[in-house]
């Protein structure tokens, strides 16, 4: 266990987009924990909020997260929600890098944009996803600021965020070194 590249912080901040990128230059797997739930339940993320709830979508959360820490060293992008949980957040500090993505509130906005499939940004108007946004951010602030290390990915292009992250990454000794090749 441990020895992990773990990618926190709020829809939108960039974990999926960064995440496959800091994966290939470290050499190490990536793994999107929505994807595995996705995959473990068969059905989509929005799916399992709608017909079995939130409080049964974070019990899939946790043990598709504990399944992914127990495997091979790898770069993870972990859904928003995922450090909220206190059994979670302890495992993901564990012998791991953490690395919080954030962003501005606006920038967040426009990634996330109105009328996608996520279950918690539902609001019709920029202004309700807004609002959505800053309510559910303002309660998870202080956890994602508990992460040891924080990337702002506002205004930036993958590369030099990703850069940044990979930069982490070799500094905590994960990952193959640069120009190593492979
Ligand atoms: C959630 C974020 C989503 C997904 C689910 C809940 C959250 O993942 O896990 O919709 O609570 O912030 P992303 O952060 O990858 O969008």
Redesign the pocket.
Same mark, same amino acid.
């Given at each position: 266990m441990g020895g992990h590249l773990v990618l926190v912080?709020?829809?939108?901040?960039g974990?999926?987009t960064l995440g496959p990128r800091v994966a290939e230059v470290l050499g190490m797997p990536f793994v999107? %924990?929505?994807s595995r739930?996705e995959e473990m339940a068969a059905m989509s993320?929005?799916e399992i909020?709608v017909s079995q709830g939130e409080a049964r979508?974070r019990e899939f959360?946790s043990s598709v997260l504990r399944q992914t820490l127990a495997g091979p060293a790898s770069v993870i992008?972990?859904?928003?929600?995922?450090p909220?949980d206190d059994g979670n957040w302890r495992l993901v500090l564990d012998g791991n890098v953490v690395v919080h993505l954030s962003a501005d509130t606006d920038e967040l906005l426009d990634r996330?944009g109105v009328g996608g499939d996520?279950? %918690?940004a539902t609001g019709e108007s920029p202004g309700e996803v807004r609002q959505q946004l800053v309510r559910?951010l303002e309660g998870?602030r202080a956890r994602y600021a508990e992460a040891p290390h924080t990337v702002d990915t506002s205004g930036r292009d993958v590369d030099s965020a990703a850069s940044e992250v990979v930069a982490i990454g070799r500094r905590m000794g994960l990952g193959r070194p640069e120009g190593a090749g492979g």
């Open positions: 912080g709020y829809m939108g901040s974990k999926s999107e %924990l929505d739930i993320i929005q909020f979508f959360e992008a972990t859904g928003g929600g995922v909220m996330i996520r279950p %918690l559910i998870r």
